[in-house]
């Protein structure tokens, strides 16, 4: 079961970024091609493979990808990366990353907020991607060439088992990932390990009201689509609690379905452990 979930993640994504790789060369993405003609109902449709229902009118996805980051963020990133988005929220705007920091993203897929982030913590700071899935870090490493990024870097690793040393990093984001996890207590076993003494946590996700029994979820959405394994905002603050954090709070920000919702996790590392 485990592993039947995780390979259709792997699936999934593999499946997303070979679209994107294939059929739109460099300056394409997941969720439709800017070369679709116009009157195209397909054009700016997420691809099969993005977070949500992939067959559901775009009007009705946006509560996941682009549409959730700010006009002037995205501007100046290659339409790959803005395209190729997936996420449920925008985990830079809230992490408030300071220049000089060191950031690392949990499943950075097409490397949105790890160029975002490298940005906001310039070059004197540092900007980590983890993916499991080779064809989304080749396109990761093709947006941040793109981009000119020089303070990335994009590993290829499971969340449950992050390819980083003890007290790595000061930050860590994620958007619309933990959900995806078959173990989502090993996931924040180690980010509290990657972190350093006084690291935060600022990460989306979606994230289901309190009393959905996990069936209920499962109804609104299949695991890979990033609904059927949302945990409950009382799960989460559990799990942080669980993995030593202080200062946890699960915040809703937009219902994605009936009682599932974009969220924001906030948690801090205390600095005596
Ligand atoms: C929904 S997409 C989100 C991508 C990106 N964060 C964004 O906002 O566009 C999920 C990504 O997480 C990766 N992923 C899913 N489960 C993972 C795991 N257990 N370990 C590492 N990467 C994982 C997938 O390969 C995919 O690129």
Redesign the pocket.
């Known amino acids: 079961m485990e592993n039947d979930r ?1 390979e259709q ?2 699936e999934r ?2 499946a997303a ?1 070979t679209t994107v790789l294939t059929a739109t060369g460099s300056s394409g993405g997941c969720c439709g091609s800017p070369a679709a003609p116009a009157g195209d109902s397909t054009a700016g449709a997420p691809a099969a493979g ?2 949500g229902d992939a067959t559901a009118p775009v009007e009705t996805e946006e509560v996941f ?1 682009a549409a959730l980051y700010a006009a002037d963020e995205t501007a100046e990133l290659p339409d790959g990366a803005v395209l ?4 449920c929220g925008n985990p830079t705007a809230v992490a408030e990353l300071r220049a000089g920091e060191r950031v690392l ?6 490397g ?2 790890v160029l975002l982030s490298a940005r906001r913590v310039g070059p004197t700071g540092f900007a980590y991607g ?4 080779p064809e ?1 870090l080749e396109l990761a490493r093709r947006n941040a060439a793109e981009a000119g990024a020089t303070n990335v870097e994009f590993l290829e ?4 088992a992050l390819p980083l040393p003890d007290a790595a990093v000061d930050v860590v984001i ?4 933990v959900n ?3 173990d989502k207590d090993a ?1 924040l076993a180690e980010v509290f390990r990657v972190l350093v003494p006084g690291g935060r946590v600022g990460i989306s996700d979606v994230v289901a009201e309190d009393h959905l029994s996990p069936a209920e979820r499962a109804e609104r959405g299949d695991f890979a689509g ?1 609904i059927a394994g949302a945990l409950s905002r009382q799960e989460y603050l559990d799990g942080l609690t669980a993995a030593g954090f202080t200062e946890t709070e699960v915040t809703f920000t937009h219902e994605v379905r009936p009682g599932l919702h974009g969220a924001i996790v906030r948690a801090v590392k205390p600095v005596t452990v």
């Open positions: 995780l993640v792997r994504y593999r970024a993005c977070c990808g190729a988005s997936l996420g993203d949990l499943g950075s897929g097409g949105i907020d983890v993916d499991m899935t989304m690793g499971r969340i449950e994620s958007n619309c990932v995806l996890s078959t996931v990033c």
